[in-house]
C-alpha cells in the first residue's frame, strides 16, 4: 500500500533556476521550420546522485550565424571545453564533433526567462553558463566473468 503524494511529483516540473549536473543525451544538427541552421543539444540532470529535477530534459540550441551559416566558434569550443574534451582534439566533422559529445558529463546553469515574439509571450529556460563538472560519471563494470556466462 501507497499514498499520493503530489509534493514528491517532481520528475519532468518545471526546473526552477539554479545550476545542475547533467549529461549530454543528444547532440545533433537540425534546422528551424524556417530554415534556420542550429545545433541541437540536450541536457538530461543526472540522477546517480541527489539533485533536484533528476532525469529532465535542458533544451539548448546554437544557432549558426545568419551572416555566414557558420556556428558560433566560442559557443563550440566552450561547450567542448565543459564536456570534458581535451584541447587539441582533432574531428574530421560536424557530425564526429557532436557524436563526441554524447554521454559526456557537465555543470549548466539555467534561468528561467519571458521572451515575445508575433505578439505573443513565452517562458523560456535558457542556458546562461557551461561549466566542467566536479563530479564524475560512475565507472560502468563490463568484466565477465565464468561465473556469469550460460554455458
Request: charged share 30%; aromatic share 12%.
Amino acid at each position: 500500500m501507497f499514498t499520493i503524494d503530489y509534493s514528491q511529483a517532481k520528475e519532468f516540473g518545471s526546473i526552477k533556476d539554479g545550476t545542475y549536473e547533467v549529461t549530454i543525451d543528444l547532440a545533433k544538427q537540425d534546422a528551424t521550420q524556417g530554415g534556420a541552421d542550429y545545433l541541437d543539444i540536450r541536457f538530461r540532470i543526472r540522477k546517480d546522485f541527489q539533485q533536484e529535477f533528476q532525469n529532465n530534459i535542458i533544451f539548448y540550441r546554437i544557432f549558426a550565424k545568419k551572416e555566414d551559416g557558420k556556428y558560433p566558434v566560442a559557443s563550440i569550443m566552450n561547450l567542448a571545453k565543459a564536456a570534458g574534451i581535451p584541447d587539441g582534439t582533432k574531428f574530421s566533422s560536424l557530425e564526429d564533433y557532436l557524436n563526441q559529445l554524447e554521454g559526456k558529463a557537465l555543470k549548466v546553469t539555467v534561468k528561467n526567462e519571458k521572451s515575445e515574439w508575433q505578439g505573443k509571450t513565452y517562458e523560456n529556460l535558457n542556458v546562461k553558463r557551461l561549466e566542467v563538472t566536479d563530479i564524475p560519471l560512475p565507472e560502468v563494470n563490463t568484466e565477465i566473468s565464468e561465473i556469469d556466462l550460460p554455458f
